[in-house]
């Protein structure tokens, strides 16, 4: 069964930093775009980074462009999320997703930036 689980959120003051992963089974991500994404209470789901097939490659939503860092594991079965400078705006719970035959997403991991 593919599925992919999304770990490494948490509670973090503002101007810290979180480093989330996204590791699948039952499928392989080599040779699939990968994206991150994050829905905060009331609000629409976003895409917040997103990175090509080879890793070579990326996109950042404005918001979190020059903080965010998108990339893939050696393991290439993982990928990951390296957030610096979080500010409360980020808060939200985080998605992976992948661009399978379908689109496969995690269950979510909960960022909370707060002091």
């Known amino acids: 069964q593919a599925q992919l689980v999304e770990s490494g959120g948490g509670l973090v003051q503002p101007g810290g930093s979180l480093r989330l992963s996204c590791a699948a089974s039952?499928?392989?991500?080599?040779?699939?775009?990968m994206s991150w994404h994050r829905q905060a209470p009331g609000k629409e789901r976003e895409l917040v980074a997103g990175?090509?097939?080879?890793?070579?490659?990326?996109t950042y939503a404005n918001s979190v462009k020059g903080r965010f860092t998108i990339s893939r594991g050696n393991a290439k079965n993982t990928i990951y999320l390296q957030m610096d400078s979080l500010n409360p705006e980020d808060t939200a719970v985080y998605y992976c997703?992948?661009?399978?035959?379908?689109?496969?997403w995690g269950q979510g991991t909960q960022v909370t930036v707060s002091s």
């Open positions: 997703r992948a661009n399978w035959y379908r689109a496969v």
């Open positions: 039952g499928f392989t991500l080599s040779g699939l775009v």
């Open positions: 990175i090509g097939t080879t890793g070579g490659s990326t």
